[in-house]
């Protein structure tokens, strides 16, 4: 079959594509694997409209029950190779249930986070275990934390968090310390403990942590542990179609939601506008919907010169 639109990744930013496409009335596939960072336990609380904070989860369940709504049913699945249709405009996506035919793509594939490897370390991610301070630096408040991380991206995190405790330890990994002075200064300055040593396992009590355990067997306290060693965006299929991908490997896009390509969007935590939040995902996915939406016009309906 041949899709006006076929959305690849179904988190907040894939669903707001797929809620704006259903309602433009085009014939939309959204393809998702349910591997996305909207799988976890956490309960976003910064996201607009529920002052009590959303479940992550609860938040997709919505979503998904709004896009079909429309006429978008989420497919179970993966993308696993795509390439430009021979001889004229669209794609071609082979998916773990066949192959399909899309007009346009928007691609929202998110990204893979690089959680610490420590047996039960999934368990914790949202309870116990976070990765970034706009999301969750608030729960920190007066409390001690203990950060995972290499780089001085993770030592301006570490700095960042002094808005909200002053009981900050950094942890880096032996053999992988990138550090450089200038940031240990400012982290001394700054009153934050740097050690070295890997995690081996995290004792809880309930749901609070009780000890931290590193593989030296030396034992560290902490409320909150924060993951800073980065992540890989989804866009490996990417690489061999004429897309601008940055340095990082996320996509580039204009403000429209373009990428290099015609006919090709991409929209959320792949893209080079950085903002890896819900809210951000989610008008990201609109405005892409958006511009494949209008590169669907047929002439008849438009008066402008189109752009892919
Ligand atoms: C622990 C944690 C806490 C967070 N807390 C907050 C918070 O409080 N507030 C906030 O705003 N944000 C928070 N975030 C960030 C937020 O979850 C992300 O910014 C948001 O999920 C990004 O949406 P997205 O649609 O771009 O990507 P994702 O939600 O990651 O969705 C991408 C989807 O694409 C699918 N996919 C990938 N490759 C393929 C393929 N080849 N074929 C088919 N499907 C594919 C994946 O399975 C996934 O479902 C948190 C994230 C984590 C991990």
Redesign the pocket.
């Known amino acids: 079959m041949t899709y006006d639109c076929v959305i690849?990744?179904?988190?907040?930013?894939?669903?707001?594509a797929a809620v704006y496409m259903g309602r433009f009335r085009r014939t939309t596939l959204l393809?998702?694997?349910?591997?996305?960072?909207?799988?976890?336990?956490?309960?976003?609380?910064?996201?607009l409209g529920f002052p009590k904070?959303i479940s992550?989860r609860r938040l997709?369940a919505l979503g998904v029950a709004q896009a079909e709504r429309f006429g978008v049913v989420p497919h179970q699945?993966?993308?696993?190779q795509i390439d430009l249709l021979s001889g004229q405009e669209g794609f071609t996506l082979a998916?773990t249930s066949g192959k399909v035919v899309a007009r346009t793509v928007i691609w929202?594939?998110?990204?893979r986070?690089r959680w610490p490897t420590f047996q039960g370390a999934r368990r914790l991610?949202?309870k116990q275990?976070?990765?970034?301070i706009?999301?969750?630096g608030w729960r920190t408040l007066d409390r001690e934390i203990l950060l995972l991380g290499n780089s001085d991206a993770a030592a301006e995190d570490a700095l960042q968090f002094l808005t909200y405790t002053s009981r900050v330890t950094l942890l880096v990994e032996p053999g992988k310390d990138e550090l450089s002075l200038r940031a240990r200064r400012k982290l001394q300055v700054g009153g934050i403990r740097v050690l070295a040593g890997t995690v081996r396992r995290v004792q809880l009590k309930g749901q609070e942590i009780e000890k931290v355990f590193l593989i030296s067997g030396e034992a560290l306290s902490a409320d909150l542990i924060f993951s800073l060693y980065g992540a890989e965006p989804?866009t490996e299929?990417l690489r061999h179609l004429p897309i601008r991908l940055t340095q990082r490997g996320m996509i580039h896009i204009d403000p429209k939601h373009h990428t290099t390509l015609a006919h090709f969007y991409a929209?959320?935590?792949?893209?080079d506008h950085h903002?890896?939040?819900?809210?951000?995902?989610v008008y990201?996915?609109a405005q892409a919907a958006q511009a494949a939406n209008y590169a669907l016009y047929p002439p008849r309906q438009q008066l402008t010169a189109k752009r892919g």
């Open positions: 690849v990744g179904g988190g907040p930013a894939g669903l707001s393809i998702d694997s349910g591997e996305g960072r909207w799988v976890y336990g956490q309960h976003n609380e910064n996201y904070g992550a997709r699945g993966r993308v696993e998916t929202a594939a998110g990204v986070d991610i949202g275990l976070f990765w970034c706009v999301c969750d989804n299929l929209a959320g935590d792949v893209t903002s890896q939040q819900v809210a951000a995902a990201s996915g």
